[in-house]
């Protein structure tokens, strides 16, 4: 599999039979670059511009949002319904958090998650090998609740996402923020990484991804 990371909250995802997975497309103007590959699905974990812009996507995409429960190309993938803040959605909304198990492996995204995780989220959730995780704060999980969301969920590999680069202007917290006294951190000096089940790293490891 590999995990290219676009920006934000987006990734893109292909998994061993070339099927290209995107997650949280969003519109130019937030200051990315989104990918001009075709895309077989798509995931939207809520209705914000810098999550939801299927427009100009190339191909005829699947797209799933909510609490869809659903087997395609050969995927599952599973909507899991939660916040966009820590007040049962009442400032900011709803949010989706979805599962993907492809390659013998279980991906979870996080979408724009505002508040630790509920006893039913952890049960729906279960086991996680690969987690995508919001730590910028303001709009989502802060860095103190994305650690304790970590903790939660014991991911092989937590990717963090939406936090302030120099692409973008928004109020939101650097990654430093995260990484400050976390030592298993690995930066990968570039925007894709590749990885099978076999090789998951035993231990929770950060891995940093550019844009």
């Known amino acids: 599999m590999k995990i290219k990371w676009l920006g934000h909250s987006c990734f893109l995802i292909t998994n061993k039979r070339g099927i290209n997975i995107l997650t949280d497309p969003f519109d130019d103007t937030l200051g990315y670059k989104m990918t001009k590959e075709k895309i077989n699905i798509i995931t939207i974990s809520h209705e914000h511009y810098d999550h939801n812009n299927t427009m100009g996507i190339k191909g005829k995409p699947v797209v799933l949002k909510g609490t869809v429960n659903r087997d395609t190309h050969k995927m599952i993938f599973k909507g899991i319904s939660s916040y966009h803040d820590s007040v049962y959605g009442k400032n900011r909304g709803n949010n989706t958090i979805f599962i993907i198990k492809t390659d013998e492996m279980v991906l979870c995204h996080l979408g724009d998650l505002g508040h630790v995780l509920e006893n039913r989220q952890l049960e729906e959730i279960n086991q996680v090998d690969i987690l995508f995780i919001p730590v910028g704060g303001y709009y989502t999980l802060n ?9 939660q969920l014991k991911p092989k590999i937590v990717l963090p996402m939406h936090y302030k680069t120099d ?15 976390k030592d298993n951190i690995k930066i990968m000096g570039e925007n894709s990484f590749e990885i099978e089940a076999g090789a998951l790293p035993e231990k929770t490891a950060v891995y940093v991804l550019d844009y």
């Open 143 to 151: 860095h103190i609740q994305a650690d304790q969301v970590i903790e």
């Open 167 to 181: 692409a973008i202007k928004w109020p939101i917290d650097p990654l430093s923020f995260f990484l400050d006294k």
